[in-house]
């Protein structure tokens, strides 16, 4: 079993070859193709960390479609000064399959 663990979007995550992953909205090439960074590969039972040899590895991914997060609220209020305020934001988010780590 070959996995990775890959920097994407300030965050880690675990991928395999077929794995579908929401990040943060990452841009494409013009094939539609992403490249990741990987932290951590696991092949089998060799565990390969170290930078020279994360180097030579490649995740690579490929964009399925492009999204928008669901919709947070944010209401800040202070008691008796009649302050109130209310705003919503909704992340900008990206959906990629992950085709290859070699």
């Known amino acids: 079993m070959v996995y990775a663990v890959v920097r994407a979007g300030g965050r ?6 077929g794995t579908i992953v929401v990040l943060d909205r990452i841009k494409a090439d013009s094939d539609g193709n ?3 960074v990987p932290v951590l ?6 565990i390969t960390s170290g930078v ?3 180097a030579k590895v490649k995740v690579t ?30 992340q900008e988010q990206t959906r990629i399959k992950i085709t290859s780590i070699a």
């Open 12 to 17: 880690q995550e675990k991928v395999e070859v």
């Open 34 to 36: 992403v490249s990741l």
């Open 41 to 46: 590969l696991v092949d089998g039972d060799k």
């Open 52 to 54: 020279k040899d994360l």
């Open 61 to 90: 991914a490929q964009v399925i479609e492009d999204l928008r997060g669901p919709k947070i609220v944010i209401q800040k209020f202070k008691n008796k000064t009649g302050y109130k305020k209310r705003q919503g934001h909704r």
